[in-house]
């Protein structure tokens, strides 16, 4: 069994250095985050796609191109590897990185399978390694206050909670190299892509949660056109009301009424309490200072840990199988 990587105080004295799997949209942009983190340095990237791994390697100076998974994975240099190849490649990446006893952070979902998540949450634990999935409502400034503000009773018992989402087209226009995949049932729709961060942060509000009352609209070989549905958890139910609604605003909103008043999410990273919206913030710097803290062997490193991810691999998928 491997066993977790020397988290001492010499170990941490340098930047850690990272491997990238995929260099699609999520890869650059992650690439470019880490380069520009302090604790990090981005060492290598590989993607099947050559002329993605070359675009993005154009923009990052200083990192090389890997020949393949097994010679990212085992490089001397990489304490840790970024996932962000499609959900189908999740699986294996991840058990790969396992079994060379390094860190790992993957993309969200975790996997686009209940049994695949199962089998990989119980590797994962087995293997007592740094392991975390990038929901990054997890250390979001918004997401975080809003958990906050409901627990701890602000707004006296919670009397409903609600999850709007439309978007003008799916893929958006801005996911257009990767709409191969996105577009597809096996592994895209924005139910994984997009319902599933919402699915996390309900997860961390309110707790475990059957799925109830799922009505789905696809046409065949197609994701997800619309979707409803109901969320039980032990004392609060949250209805969900997804679609691909043509000639509109692309718009996100979790909001949560109590019977002394209401918050919500909204926008992706802002908070609007009480007729207040916050302003909208880039939160990628507070995920990778969870990473940092996840490498470093820290407890309250505040990302997505296996089990959550898990959940919302059973959450996500028990209304896409309906």
Request: aromatic residues 6%.
């Amino acid at each position: 069994m491997a066993t977790a990587p020397e988290t001492s105080s010499s170990a941490n004295a340098g930047p850690f250095g990272i491997g990238v799997i995929g260099t699609g949209i999520m890869g650059r942009k992650m690439i470019a985050a880490l380069q520009q983190h302090p604790r990090f340095r981005v060492v290598a990237a590989w993607d099947p796609d050559a002329n993605a791994l070359q675009a993005a390697l154009a923009q990052a100076s200083g990192v090389r191109a890997a020949a393949g998974v097994d010679s990212l994975v085992d490089d001397a240099a990489v304490q840790a590897i970024y996932i962000a190849s499609p959900p189908a490649w999740h699986a294996g990446a991840v058990s790969r990185v396992l079994q060379a006893g390094k860190g790992c952070f993957c993309e969200k979902p975790l996997t686009h399978d209940i049994t695949e998540a199962e089998a990989l949450r119980e590797a994962v634990l087995q293997s007592r390694l740094p392991f975390a999935v990038n929901f990054p409502f997890a250390r979001g400034t918004a997401a975080g206050r809003m958990r906050s503000i409901v627990q701890s009773g602000e707004l006296g018992p919670v009397v409903s909670a609600r999850i709007h989402l439309r978007f003008a087209r799916w893929p958006r226009a801005w996911q257009a190299g990767a709409s191969t995949w996105l577009a597809g049932p096996a592994e895209g729709g924005f139910t994984r892509e997009v319902l599933s961060h919402f699915a996390f942060q309900a997860l961390r509000l309110f707790g475990p949660a059957a799925v109830a009352d799922v009505e789905l609209q696809r046409e065949p070989g197609q994701a997800e056109t619309a979707l409803r549905a109901r969320w039980v958890h032990r004392e609060v139910q949250v209805s969900v009301d997804a679609a691909v609604a043509g000639e509109v605003a692309d718009d996100n909103r979790f909001e949560v009424q109590g019977e002394r008043g209401s918050v919500a999410l909204t926008g992706w990273s802002r908070l609007d309490c009480r007729g207040e919206v916050s302003e909208r913030v880039d939160n990628t710097a507070h995920t990778l200072d969870g990473l940092a803290a996840l490498l470093e062997g820290r407890a309250e490193h505040g990302l997505a840990s296996i089990d959550e991810a898990t959940a919302v691999v059973r959450c996500i998928e028990t209304m896409l199988r309906r």
